[in-house]
């Protein structure tokens, strides 16, 4: 009796292991499934899916492409630190083509890897950066080229690619080297959203166009035109731009210390001063909300850009506004990160990594400092907890391994900080 006993135990025991195994197979098998099936409905707006801009290239020579290796290497880098939806600009060059390719071979050596792509397509007018005058009423005719290549790329990898972004900052009047009117950007929303209604995209592909606050309404009435309404009808969801740190130089009522913390230290006030810029990228977020729900429309708004540079010899450093360094982005990054988990917004925060390419042949152009990392790798002040952490151990950039900007040494780092000037001393530009 005792054996029979004995023996159904063992068979009983081993039909419980053979369907744990079964169903832990079967778990790990739908996890990996659930995460290629996401749609960019689950992914914005999700805490648990952190966004940022991305642009890898390395040098001051724009040809020169990131490789294969080199953009599996940033995409291991920003997973560390938990962003699995990366924001390219254009599809005219080998970049954006070869990063999703990237992430589909990464995806491939480890299923549980995770990363998405919301893709940018640029959009200019007729002469755009040529010696004849800009056109800001007809489009440049390589615009559906563009077009075509992001769509073809959507067909091929729609695991990866889950956002398409008409333009970038096409619609502002101060990009006016480029600019295109809001009928223009319409037109291609509308054609994007007809091939998914066709079947020829996938359906839950969201389709944007990611432009300046004032672009979708935020800022000046004159920008409020029967085609910017329409196209807030057409794409699946609005992503805004908001600078407090431009406007620190171009609209700086709110960066001045006021008279009432005058007597605060030098940290206070700086600290003061980020909470303002906080309360400016709000703002602008709100004046975007309000337009839009003016309409009767009811779309998520997401922020496709906002950063915050660590060098600048210009307008917004030791003899402009004096907003630049480690410490004041440190600040930014943490306050926005914060906001926008808390509040369910997506935040592509701009950038991932120093480009030295941007901002013409002078090394203190601030478009070349809005990275969290240096080009060769070092984690600037935002991310030294990280790097604290062990977040990017075994990672390098440019064969280094991550460490901190000056060396870790916050001393040093804060002596390159500069206080805001007091709110009387400050003139609006000219």
Known sequence: MMNRINIFAYFFTLMLVFSCNNKSKENKTNNVKEKSTLSAKDILGNPDYLAISYGGYRYADHDIEPTMDELKEDMKILSAMGIKIVRTYKVHLPQASNLVKAISEMKKEDPNFEMYVMMGIWID??????????????????????????????????????????????????????????????????????????????????????????????????????????????????????????????????????????????????????????????????????????????????????????????????????????????????????????????????????????GGENPGNSEKHFGLFTVDGKAKYALWNDVDKGTFEGLTRNGNPITKSYEGNKEALMKDVLVPPRSSEIRPPN
Not at 296 to 303: E, F, L, Q, R
Not at 344 to 350: K, L, P
């Open 125 to 358: 007018c007729k002469n755009a950066w040529t010696d004849l005058e800009p056109d800001h009423n007809e489009e440049s005719e390589r615009n559906a080229e563009e077009v075509a290549t992001a769509v073809a790329l959507a067909q091929k990898y729609p695991e990866i690619i889950k956002v398409l972004a008409v333009g970038n900052e096409a619609m502002v009047r101060w990009a006016a080297s480029y600019y295109v009117q809001p009928n223009v950007i319409l037109k291609w929303v509308n054609h994007l959203q007809e091939l998914k209604t066709k079947g020829e995209l996938p359906v839950d592909l969201w389709i944007t166009s990611s432009d300046d606050f004032s672009s979708w309404g935020g800022g000046d009435a004159s920008y409020h035109t029967e085609d910017l309404a329409a196209l807030v009808e057409s794409v699946d969801y609005i992503s805004m731009h908001t600078y407090p740190y431009h406007n620190s130089h171009y609209n700086p009522a709110f960066w001045g210390v006021p008279e009432d913390q005058e007597g605060l230290n030098d940290i206070e006030k700086i600290d003061k001063a980020m909470e303002r810029a906080l309360e400016f990228a709000q703002a602008q977020y709100d004046s975007v909300t309000n337009y839009v729900k003016s309409l009767g429309v009811d779309k998520p708004i997401h922020i496709g850009e906002t950063g915050w540079a660590t060098v600048s010899d210009g307008h917004y450093g030791p003899t402009g506004s004096k907003a630049t360094d480690e410490y004041k982005k440190g600040l930014y990054h943490g306050l926005m990160r914060d906001w926008t988990n808390e509040s369910g917004i997506s935040c592509f925060y701009f950038e991932a990594f120093d480009e030295p390419w941007k």
